[in-house]
């Protein structure tokens, strides 16, 4: 009897220190773990091809009963915005030109030059306790590599953080463990200028400009106006005061997640920065380690939406909403940007 | 051939459960949680066939589930909960399992849940990040739920893999 107790509670014991064991070498970074990992999902990828066949009825059939209507109503809110955007694209296409043309004015690289893969959503979390990851169907082969940045149409989603062969897993912005160089640009004012016409419009920007007129008859109009489309100068008279708005680098930061369903945050915001709802958060292409940051610059991330001053830091408190829908994407895209490479 | 030893059995069970594990079960998410049919194996493991031998077979399915698993869930974290859970439901007395089948059902329905409380507690420990209260709660519901449904099919099965039909603990 006793010896029965001692050969369990050896047994137990043992077992304990073997997976405390494994568990202090992961998490101190093991490359045969990593490899185990990443064999052990290549060699399971067929077993699981087979199962989402046979499942797959079973899924249509639960997100039908219990997020049909959802759905519907999304889509009709969607076919709406989809024709009010046809306008913003054509917009936003040219601004794309001339933004093209402009960096490669000045010689900066950009992500054009960088080989998009668009990938498949396959897969969610199979445990309960492993959120905020997603498993996409491309990998090694494709020249994907850990560290590299995912994104949707909207914007970005998440970090590459695992490779094998042909699958990749992406961890979401909104978990914790993934942290993001950013910056924050906002449209600001330059300092006003006083031109006398008739060639005033010379020297308005290349971007959205607010123009104040004042006629002889003292009478003032305020008009926002794109210098791309404005109209050769015309015949007014006297004095134009040009206040242009210009994209304006803020500050740069941490953009953190706090968990699903929480807004992001964007930490070491100087206090002084002039940040403000509705300013712009895109990557800023700069690591936070030694080795270079697998991100390119200037991938869109997010909108400010709360500004706070708090008392006793020197930091300001920035919490921002992600572009992209992070609860429900079906296909990305992985941008393989790789400085070194 | 599967008469000549369960660890031949095992990995047939296993690779199936994994296979419904990560489709079916990772996109139907009651309450934002899903029904961890591993664990709920290795829990009827130690019901049917003792402490050491549920522990046993608990930690080889919960390092085969950490393989298919990334950080920042650590690589054995699965194997030590699952482990504790075969266990310890190989600790209860043999009377749990001989009465009614709502008896035993509700006897896994209690460790699934248990174990998930476990599961929730060591990943803290370990830094998984994203853990809030609610999902917790949320998990530990629908294993329970799923445990009491499942329970007479698992522990059949866990039977058959382990002592080939009849139950000897041990």
Redesign the interface.
């Known amino acids: 009897m006793l010896d029965h107790l001692r050969e369990r509670r050896t047994a137990i014991i043992v077992m304990a220190v073997v997976t405390l064991l494994t568990m202090t070498l992961d998490l101190r970074g093991n490359a045969l773990i990593d490899r185990a990992r990443s064999v052990a999902t290549d060699a399971f990828a067929p077993i699981k091809a087979v199962g989402d066949s046979a499942s797959k009825p079973f899924v249509n059939a639960w997100h039908g009963a219990f997020t049909y209507e959802d759905l519907r109503k999304e889509n009709a809110l969607l076919r709406q915005e989809a024709l009010g955007n046809q306008s913003v694209a054509i917009e936003a296409q040219a601004a794309i030109e001339e933004y093209l043309r402009l960096r490669d004015q000045v010689g900066l690289p950009n992500i054009g030059n960088s080989t998009p893969v668009r990938a498949d959503v396959i897969g969610g979390p199979i445990s309960n306790f492993e959120q905020g990851s997603m498993e996409i169907n491309v990998g090694a082969n494709q020249g994907v590599k850990v560290g590299m940045a995912v994104v949707t149409s909207a914007g970005l989603i998440g970090r590459i953080t695992q490779v094998t062969e042909t699958r990749s897993k992406v961890r979401l912005i909104w978990d914790p463990t993934v942290s993001v160089s950013v910056k924050i640009v906002g449209r600001r004012p330059l300092p006003a200028t006083t031109t006398t016409a008739p060639n005033a419009l010379s020297s308005v920007p290349l971007v959205a400009a607010t123009t104040t007129t004042t006629r002889p008859s003292n009478t003032a109009t305020t008009t926002t106006v794109d210098a791309a489309e404005q109209a050769p100068p015309t015949s007014l008279e006297p004095t134009t005061t040009t206040t242009a708005l210009v994209p304006t680098r803020l500050d740069t930061g941490l953009l953190r997640g706090y968990g699903r369903g929480k807004p992001l945050g964007v930490d070491l915001i100087d206090e002084k920065a002039e940040v403000q709802v509705g300013d712009v958060v895109v990557t800023s292409g700069e690591a936070a380690t030694n080795l270079p940051s697998l991100f390119p610059r200037d991938l869109p991330v997010a909108l400010v939406t709360e500004v706070k001053r708090v008392s006793g830091t020197t930091q300001l408190f920035v919490r921002v909403e992600p572009l992209a829908n992070l609860d429900d994407v079906q296909t990305v895209t992985v941008v393989l940007y790789d400085p070194i490479g | 051939m599967f008469t000549a030893s369960p660890w031949l059995r095992l990995p047939l069970v296993l690779?199936v459960t994994?296979?419904?594990?990560?489709?079916?079960l990772?996109?139907?998410r009651p309450g934002g949680?899903?029904v961890?049919l591993a664990l709920l194996l290795a829990v009827c493991a130690g019901a049917a066939a003792g402490?050491?031998r549920g522990?046993?077979v608990g930690?080889v399915i919960?390092f085969?589930?950490d393989?298919?698993?990334?950080?920042?869930?650590?690589?054995?974290?699965?194997?030590?909960v699952f482990?504790?859970a075969g266990?310890g439901v190989g600790l209860l007395p043999d009377a749990l399992y001989e009465g009614r089948w709502t008896t035993r059902s509700l006897v896994i329905a209690a460790a699934s849940g248990a174990a998930?409380v476990l599961?929730?507690v060591a990943?803290t420990v370990?830094?998984?990040?994203?853990?809030?209260l609610t999902?917790i709660v949320a998990?530990i519901v629908?294993?329970a739920v799923s445990g009491f449904v499942l329970a007479p099919i698992f522990l059949r099965i866990m039977l058959w893999v382990l002592m080939a039909g009849d139950r000897v603990r041990a």
């Open positions: 690779a994994l296979m419904f594990q990560t489709t079916l990772a996109e139907v949680a899903s961890d402490p050491v522990a046993r930690l919960g085969v589930l393989l298919l698993l990334t950080k920042p869930i650590p690589f054995g974290l699965s194997a030590l482990a504790l266990y998930g599961y929730a990943a370990f830094g998984v990040p994203n853990l809030t999902h998990v629908v294993l």
